[in-house]
């Protein structure tokens, strides 16, 4: 992504914002514009945007986030209609037309031990989330030798782009390219930050031979999307509970290749904790891509399980 659609995105977050803070949010320079990754809001804090560096307060000395301004933005991210929104909202996220996803804390609403809602909304985060386009071309042959996908597993600490590469690979393989037919491609994107789904359509490119199953926990999302899609690959991001390995387990021995992602620096620490020595114990991937960062720069180091 060059720096025009990177600050073209952050003004597109801007939008998001009540009005009285759209205009502060619009006085940094078009570098921290671009590397921008989040627009926090916090009651009775002044604005920030946080940064590679850090946050970054904006606006005028005292002036700070109202529980009115957070009340407003709820409202019309949700078209005013939250209770459209009670699933997600009670999850602690919205997501909002152009693939952003906000966070919301506030006052949960607890019946029978389950979170139903949130009332008193404290702080909203807006997520600028960017598509690039290209990312996986220099990894797509490496996880698809001769033209067919493997299982491949994604490593990476938090916030270092595995979400993006996996986006960029179901494009790729949903699509084909030169030497790579198309595939069927199903997506279970519990946390809808893969596709970011906004009233049935996708808001970002997954290509065109996908589907997309949102909002639904991954170990009961897997068995839905083999009956119902027929799938060929299977792709879902951050494994977090052994029922989601034991659905991907049962869907590789159906014959359907899984693309996955998984929060951890290396292969050591794979090793390292239970959850993740159970995934390599199963022997349901082949290869993995570490995501590696120097000097704000991504490499992809791709290696056989």
């Known amino acids: 992504m060059d720096k025009s659609d990177g600050t073209a995105r952050y003004a597109e977050a801007v939008k998001l914002l009540p009005l009285r803070w759209q205009r502060p949010a619009m006085h940094v320079s078009a570098d921290q514009q671009?590397?921008?990754?989040?627009?926090?809001?916090?009651?009775?804090q002044p604005l920030t945007v946080l940064l590679p560096e850090g946050e970054l307060p904006l606006g005028e000395s005292g002036m700070y986030i109202s529980p009115g301004d957070l009340e407003q933005?709820?409202?019309?991210?949700?078209?005013?209609?939250?209770?459209?929104?009670?699933?997600?909202?009670?999850?602690g996220y919205l997501t909002a037309e152009g693939g952003f996803r906000i966070g919301v804390c506030g006052t949960a609403v607890i019946n029978n031990g389950i979170n139903t809602n949130l009332r008193n909304i404290s702080s909203?985060?807006?997520?600028?989330?960017?598509?690039?386009?290209?990312?996986?071309?220099?990894?797509?042959?490496?996880?698809?030798?001769d033209g067919n996908p493997v299982n491949t597993l994604i490593l990476s600490p938090p916030g270092?782009?595995?979400?993006?590469?996996?986006?960029?690979?179901?494009?790729?393989?949903s699509d084909g390219s030169a030497g790579f037919a198309p595939r069927r491609v199903a997506v279970a994107d519990e946390?809808?930050?893969?596709?970011?789904?906004?009233?049935?359509?996708?808001?970002?490119?997954?290509?065109?031979h996908t589907d997309v199953l949102d909002g639904c926990p991954k170990a009961l999302a897997i068995p839905i999307l083999m009956r119902s899609c027929n799938p060929q690959v299977i792709a879902v991001d951050e494994i977090t509970a052994r029922e989601d390995l034991e659905?991907?387990?049962?869907?590789?021995?159906?014959?359907?290749?899984?693309?996955?992602?998984?929060?951890?620096?290396?292969?050591e620490e794979l090793k390292s904790k239970p959850l993740f020595r159970k995934l390599l114990e199963l022997s349901v991937f082949d290869r993995c891509v570490t995501i590696r960062s120097m000097n704000g720069?991504?490499?992809?180091?791709?290696?056989?399980l």
């Open 34 to 44: 671009g590397a921008a990754e989040e627009l926090r809001l916090r009651a009775g």
């Open 160 to 173: 270092w782009g595995k979400t993006t590469l996996l986006r960029d690979l179901i494009r790729l393989i």
């Open 124 to 145: 909203m985060s807006v997520r600028i989330s960017r598509q690039r386009i290209g990312v996986a071309d220099d990894v797509l042959a490496r996880v698809c030798p």
């Open 247 to 267: 659905a991907m387990a049962s869907a590789a021995n159906c014959g359907v290749t899984l693309l996955a992602t998984i929060h951890a620096a290396d292969r």
């Open 73 to 91: 933005m709820c409202d019309r991210i949700t078209g005013y209609s939250r209770y459209a929104s009670t699933e997600t909202l009670r999850q």
């Open 191 to 208: 946390r809808g930050e893969i596709a970011v789904m906004q009233q049935g359509l996708p808001q970002m490119d997954v290509g065109s």
């Open 297 to 304: 720069q991504r490499s992809y180091e791709v290696e056989d």
